[in-house]
């Protein structure tokens, strides 16, 4: 099984296109060590023909057009790309289903509470019914992805539900503090090769570890984990907004409350921050942040990373 990171980003990028915090403008000045970083979304196969997107960012065009891996292959229309798997219904995981019209047979699975939004957001519509079948998952319960034809790809997952937020532009004021948020809003996955049932995890947002999802990571060879934020209070901090990690439904990355705190205790072979917001210093490759990231173990996804599982 292949993985490639095709945006390693948070929602916005890095840098962001109204952003001039500092990673944002070492990335523009081009400083040695920094990249671009595009939108959340990675790219999965296990025959190294057909693939699955897991997520599909609004840079999805630029993704596709770097990486030849998910150029068109033979006749006059044709894609790798056989489907796309959702984890929530940000705009950084849905905005780029816009880009797949074109009458191209594709299967995107989705939670049901996922689907619904997406089914009222008469936009979406241009995913035309006749080519694009979209597929309910059921949670904590293994399943092959199919192509469109119902052929089986070689790739399955077990989605379960994470501790998150409903999508920021699905939040209402009205239902509380938890904006309306309901189970299934934010999910992680367990991707697997049929053939060899080799697997990592892909969780880009979550809020909280809990002892369910410390269980189910145990033992794991690969976790590609939410890295949005260094502190809880980042964006405040670098005077960009107001809104802390949590309120966005993310973790920390450091901090006794963090994620590198969290995951001490798991035992997992690799463990690579991904969803990585533009005001991270972990994405400076100097600073004393990145130093201990690396020194915990973990590292921090780039676009175009690939990795063989
Ligand atoms: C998030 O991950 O918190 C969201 O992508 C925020 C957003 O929609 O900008
Ligand atoms: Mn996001």
Redesign the pocket.
């Known amino acids: 099984m292949k993985l490639l990171v095709l945006g390693s980003a948070?929602?916005?990028g890095s840098p962001q296109w109204n952003c001039n915090s500092e990673v944002s403008k070492a990335v523009r000045r081009q400083d040695e060590g920094t990249s671009i970083r595009t939108q959340?979304s990675i790219a999965v196969t296990s025959d190294g023909e057909s693939w699955f997107l897991f997520n599909a960012s609004p840079d999805l065009g630029s993704q596709i057009f770097k990486n030849h891996q998910m150029h068109p292959k033979k006749d006059l229309r044709h894609s790798p790309i056989k489907g796309v798997v959702l984890t929530?219904g940000?705009?950084?995981?849905v905005a780029g289903l816009l880009s797949l019209r074109e009458r191209q047979d594709l299967s995107i699975y989705a939670h049901p509470r996922v689907h619904s939004v997406l089914k009222q957001n008469s936009i979406f519509n241009v995913l035309n019914p006749d080519y694009v079948d979209r597929r309910d998952m059921e949670m904590n319960k293994e399943f092959q992805l199919k192509d469109k034809d119902g052929k089986f790809t070689g790739l399955s997952i077990e989605a379960f539900e994470v501790s998150g937020?409903i999508?920021?532009?699905l939040e209402d004021e009205s239902k509380g503090k938890n904006f309306g948020t309901e189970e299934g809003d934010t999910i992680g996955l367990k991707i697997s090769s049929v053939e060899d049932k080799k697997s990592f995890f892909y969780i880009?947002?979550c809020a909280k570890m809990t002892d369910d999802l410390r269980a189910r990571l145990y033992g794991s060879k690969l976790v590609l984990f939410d890295g949005?934020l260094w502190v809880n209070d980042e964006m405040e901090n670098s005077k960009v907004g107001q809104k802390t990690g949590q309120r966005?439904?993310?973790m920390n990355n450091s901090g006794p409350d963090g994620s590198m705190a969290a995951f001490e205790d798991i035992e997992v072979e690799r463990k690579i921050f991904i969803?990585i917001n533009t005001t991270n210093p972990i994405l400076l490759p100097n600073s004393s942040e990145r130093r201990e990231v690396e020194n915990n173990g973990w590292e921090v996804s780039f676009d175009g990373m690939e990795i063989e599982i």
Request: hydrophobic share 35%; proline share 5%.
């Open positions: 948070a929602g916005g959340s929530n940000d705009v950084d995981h937020k999508a920021l532009w880009p947002a949005t966005m439904g993310h969803h």
